[in-house]
């Protein structure tokens, strides 16, 4: 796929958001419908305003991609779909990496005042249904290779509604451009996806979702509570492990805290992850796909930067054993990754994470979250399994019949051309 020509300087325009649209284009210039009037001004914050007072423009290239910078954060902050995976340096970090992927599709929503309301991070990547079909995905930025999970459009809490009708309407006038619209992986729980949902149907947009698990491990206020929620058997089989571990000449447990640390701890996760795995005949994820690795290579620093970063390793004489990674946002510690030697002690990754939580509690956070998947691993740590939603929108007509009755662009039949453009974690 071709990247779109043009200067990448972005141009705003004008116009009504129900009857007619529109476009930022990077190439070939296409007609503008005549401006309508627009309400005077926003109103006061927190308000919503109508669709009338609402515009849109589509960006295309990266160097347009770069100009919402300022206005990304403060604008997922005012919305329900505030985590980190839709965070301005997510995302960035994440195109930083994907050099390939020059087709974005991102509908950005404004006010009266230019003010930003809503984005839509779209980019599309090429399906083949049977090997044979072209189809045509928008994607949310970042979902692949990088672990990213609860990914949707944002809107202004004050004005979801609005903003999905008008990125919907848009989206109707770039329908010769896409073919399905795929959201894993979204922590429906929330309800920030039921503007979403509204918006596709209420644009006659085909909806279909199925549920997806996810598991949480909520935080008292002190160590001996969590423990109290375990069995005695188990209670005193994870203080027994960790006693006997942590307490051995020459182990320690560090949070990472420096860029030098950060590099010796992003060696050993890849390292001991890939030992781990390998231990039951599989490869880890970092063996497997490079772009992963080149994420955590490119995102951690930055995370390190933003006081996100949640990296603790467990080391032996110095040599690291155990190393977990996640990050703090929003007063949740997101538990990304973790690799261990087995060689060491089969519960050295236990001890580790019976650490990690024992200082997430003593931060105050308020939840330990497994992310996607629930286990009989993780419901041994407390966790409370909670459903979320794979979202999958389609066009009407004949390109969306396969869709309608029951293909999943996660199977054997309707598969992204491109092994790596594959399914998050």
């Known amino acids: 796929m071709s990247r779109p020509g043009g200067s990448g300087r972005r141009e705003r325009h004008r116009g009504p958001t129900v009857a007619g649209f529109c476009e930022l284009s990077c190439g070939t210039p296409r007609r503008e419908p005549r401006d309508c009037p627009l309400s005077q001004g926003p109103g006061p914050p927190g308000r919503a305003m109508g669709r009338v007072s609402m515009r849109y423009e589509v960006i295309r290239s990266r160097d347009q991609w770069q100009a919402l910078r300022d206005e990304w954060n403060p604008l997922l902050a005012a919305s329900r779909a505030d985590h980190l995976f839709m965070t301005w340096e997510w995302l960035d970090s994440w195109l930083q990496v994907q050099q390939s992927i020059t087709d974005l599709l991102i509908i950005c929503v404004r006010g009266p005042a230019g003010e930003l309301l809503g984005v839509a991070p779209f980019y599309r990547a090429e399906y083949r249904l049977l090997r044979l079909w072209r189809y045509r995905a928008l994607r949310i930025i970042g979902d692949v290779d990088s672990g990213a999970e609860y990914q949707t459009w944002i809107a202004r809490a004050a004005d979801e509604d609005s903003v999905g009708a008008v990125i919907v309407q848009a989206l109707s006038k770039l329908r010769g451009e896409w073919d399905l619209i795929w959201m894993p992986m979204i922590g429906s729980w929330s309800g920030a996806h039921d503007p979403v949902v509204r918006a596709l149907q209420d644009g006659r947009v085909g909806v279909r979702s199925r549920p997806r698990g996810f598991s949480a491990v909520p935080l008292p206020t002190d160590y001996d509570t969590f423990l109290a929620g375990m069995s005695a058997n188990r209670r005193q089989q994870l203080r027994r492990t960790t006693r006997k571990i942590l307490s051995q000449p020459g182990v320690e447990v560090r949070q990472v805290a420096t860029a030098a640390e950060l590099a010796t701890a992003l060696l050993s996760l890849f390292q001991l992850h890939g030992k781990r795995w390998r231990s039951v005949g599989q490869p880890g994820v970092f063996d497997r796909n490079g772009r992963e690795r080149e994420f955590y290579e490119r995102f951690t620093p930055v995370a390190l930067e933003r006081g996100w970063l949640a990296m603790f390793t467990l080391a032996d004489n110095g040599e690291h ?105």
């Open 321 to 425: 054993k155990a190393v977990q990674i996640g990050y703090v946002y929003r007063g949740v510690l997101l538990q990304l990754q973790e690799g261990f030697d087995p060689d060491y002690s089969p519960h050295v990754g236990n001890a580790l994470r019976a650490w990690v939580i024992q200082d997430c509690i003593r931060q105050g956070l308020r939840e330990y979250d497994f992310l996607g998947g629930h286990s009989e691993h993780k419901r041994r740590w407390l966790a409370v399994e909670r459903t979320g939603m794979d979202l999958l929108g389609f066009c009407p007509g004949y390109r969306g019949l396969p869709l309608r009755i029951g293909v999943w662009p996660t199977g054997a039949y309707l598969r992204p051309v491109e092994a790596r453009v594959a399914e998050p974690r």
